[in-house]
Protein backbone atom coordinates (compact mmCIF):
# COMPACT_ATOMS: atom_id res chain seq x y z
CA UNK A 1 0.00 0.00 0.00
CA UNK A 2 0.93 3.61 -0.24
CA UNK A 3 0.88 4.18 3.34
CA UNK A 4 3.48 1.46 3.85
CA UNK A 5 5.54 2.94 0.79
CA UNK A 6 5.33 6.06 2.56
CA UNK A 7 6.72 5.02 5.73
CA UNK A 8 9.67 2.80 4.09
CA UNK A 9 11.11 5.76 2.37
CA UNK A 10 10.50 8.16 4.96
CA UNK A 11 12.89 6.64 6.87
CA UNK A 12 15.50 7.48 4.21
CA UNK A 13 14.97 11.25 4.69
CA UNK A 14 18.65 12.92 5.42
CA UNK A 15 20.35 9.37 5.29
CA UNK A 16 22.40 7.88 3.00
CA UNK A 17 23.09 5.63 -0.05
CA UNK A 18 25.97 3.39 -0.17
CA UNK A 19 27.43 1.09 -3.45
CA UNK A 20 29.63 -1.29 -3.41
CA UNK A 21 31.91 -3.89 -5.23
CA UNK A 22 31.85 -7.19 -3.35
CA UNK A 23 32.59 -6.12 0.05
CA UNK A 24 34.51 -3.04 -0.92
CA UNK A 25 32.73 0.41 -0.49
CA UNK A 26 32.98 2.70 -3.51
CA UNK A 27 31.16 5.48 -2.84
CA UNK A 28 28.32 7.16 -0.21
CA UNK A 29 25.70 9.93 -1.42
CA UNK A 30 23.32 12.13 0.83
CA UNK A 31 19.34 11.64 0.63
CA UNK A 32 17.54 14.69 0.05
CA UNK A 33 14.68 15.44 2.98
CA UNK A 34 12.48 14.34 1.90
CA UNK A 35 14.34 11.18 0.34
CA UNK A 36 11.93 10.53 -2.03
CA UNK A 37 8.73 12.34 -4.07
CA UNK A 38 4.96 10.82 -3.93
CA UNK A 39 4.44 7.20 -3.73
CA UNK A 40 1.70 6.56 -6.11
CA UNK A 41 0.19 2.40 -6.36
CA UNK A 42 3.38 1.65 -4.27
CA UNK A 43 6.01 2.76 -5.96
CA UNK A 44 8.46 6.39 -5.21
CA UNK A 45 11.03 8.16 -7.15
CA UNK A 46 14.22 9.42 -5.00
CA UNK A 47 14.97 12.92 -5.04
CA UNK A 48 17.95 13.83 -6.59
CA UNK A 49 20.77 12.53 -4.28
CA UNK A 50 24.08 14.86 -3.33
CA UNK A 51 26.80 13.28 -5.78
CA UNK A 52 29.34 11.32 -4.29
CA UNK A 53 33.49 11.18 -4.67
CA UNK A 54 34.44 7.51 -4.91
CA UNK A 55 36.53 6.22 -2.27
CA UNK A 56 37.88 3.38 -4.12
CA UNK A 57 38.05 1.36 -7.57
CA UNK A 58 35.21 -1.07 -8.94
CA UNK A 59 32.66 -2.09 -10.68
CA UNK A 60 29.35 -1.42 -8.47
CA UNK A 61 27.35 -4.00 -8.04
CA UNK A 62 25.13 -3.51 -5.05
CA UNK A 63 23.64 -0.32 -2.75
CA UNK A 64 22.16 0.02 0.84
CA UNK A 65 20.32 2.53 1.79
CA UNK A 66 20.88 3.66 5.57
CA UNK A 67 18.89 6.22 7.74
CA UNK A 68 19.98 9.23 9.14
CA UNK A 69 20.97 7.31 11.96
CA UNK A 70 23.01 4.99 9.59
CA UNK A 71 20.26 1.77 10.14
CA UNK A 72 20.13 0.20 6.87
CA UNK A 73 16.55 0.08 5.03
CA UNK A 74 16.69 -1.01 1.85
CA UNK A 75 19.55 -2.94 -0.32
CA UNK A 76 19.66 -3.83 -3.64
CA UNK A 77 21.70 -4.67 -7.00
CA UNK A 78 22.67 -2.07 -8.67
CA UNK A 79 20.85 -1.91 -12.52
CA UNK A 80 17.21 -3.17 -11.40
CA UNK A 81 15.96 -0.13 -9.84
CA UNK A 82 19.39 1.77 -8.56
CA UNK A 83 20.75 3.44 -11.69
CA UNK A 84 24.37 5.09 -11.66
CA UNK A 85 26.35 7.45 -14.27
CA UNK A 86 28.37 4.14 -14.73
CA UNK A 87 29.11 0.92 -13.36
CA UNK A 88 33.35 1.01 -12.93
CA UNK A 89 33.86 3.65 -10.59
CA UNK A 90 37.48 4.80 -9.85
CA UNK A 91 38.56 6.22 -6.87
CA UNK A 92 38.30 10.30 -7.00
CA UNK A 93 35.90 10.11 -9.36
CA UNK A 94 32.25 11.68 -9.35
CA UNK A 95 29.19 9.12 -8.43
CA UNK A 96 26.04 10.42 -9.61
CA UNK A 97 23.01 8.28 -8.93
CA UNK A 98 20.80 8.55 -12.28
CA UNK A 99 17.44 6.97 -10.57
CA UNK A 100 16.49 4.92 -7.41
CA UNK A 101 13.11 3.25 -7.78
CA UNK A 102 11.36 2.51 -4.71
CA UNK A 103 8.52 -0.73 -5.19
CA UNK A 104 6.46 -2.00 -2.47
CA UNK A 105 5.51 -5.41 -2.28
Known sequence: TDAVAEAVTGLLDGGFL????GQTMLAQMRFA???FGPVEGG???ANPLMVGTARADGTADQWVALSAESVPVLAGAVGDDMLLNQRYIAT???VKV???TYRQG
Open 98 to 100: TSL
Open 43 to 45: VAV
Open 18 to 21: QVYA
Open 92 to 94: GAE
Open 33 to 35: DPA
